[in-house]
Nanobody, 127 residues
Framework: QVHVVESGGGLVQPGGSLRLSCAASGFFMQYYAIGWFRQAPGQEREGVSCSSTNGGSTYYSDSVKGRFTMSRDNDKNTVYLQMNSLEAEDTAVYYC????????????????????WGQGTQVTVSS
């Protein structure tokens, strides 16, 4: 069975950093497009970042560009989201998702392209 599981969320002060992890089972992430998304209370889920395979393009939403970095560790079958210079507006539940139909992701980081989702991990940025 295909599963993705996020971890690494928590409470952090503004300006701080967190690294989220997304571990997969049932498939090899290195062969598929992977995305990170977030949903703040009362808001729609939005795309944060996505990564294509084999050194392909990685895209970021304008709101996180320059602060967040997405990376892959194929040996661990895990994808990471390094989040720096966190702001209160980054508070949300963060989700990892896999697109098992494609190797590349689109710059729009469209959630409807992704098939398998984790349960999410809460990130709270507050002093």
């Amino acid at each position: 069975q295909v599963h993705v599981v996020e971890s690494g969320g928590g409470l952090v002060q503004p300006g701080g950093s967190l690294r989220l992890s997304c571990a997969a089972s049932g498939f090899f992430m290195q062969y598929y497009a992977i995305g990170w998304f977030r949903q703040a209370p009362g808001q729609e889920r939005e795309g944060v970042s996505c990564s294509s395979t084999n050194g392909g393009s990685t895209y970021y939403s304008d709101s996180v560009k320059g602060r967040f970095t997405m990376s892959r560790d194929n040996d661990k079958n895990t994808v990471y989201l390094q989040m720096n210079s966190l702001e209160a507006e980054d508070t949300a539940v963060y989700y990892c998702a896999a697109n098992l139909m494609r190797t590349s992701c689109s710059s729009s980081v469209n959630q409807w392209e992704y098939d398998y989702w984790g349960q999410g991990t809460q990130v709270t940025v507050s002093s």
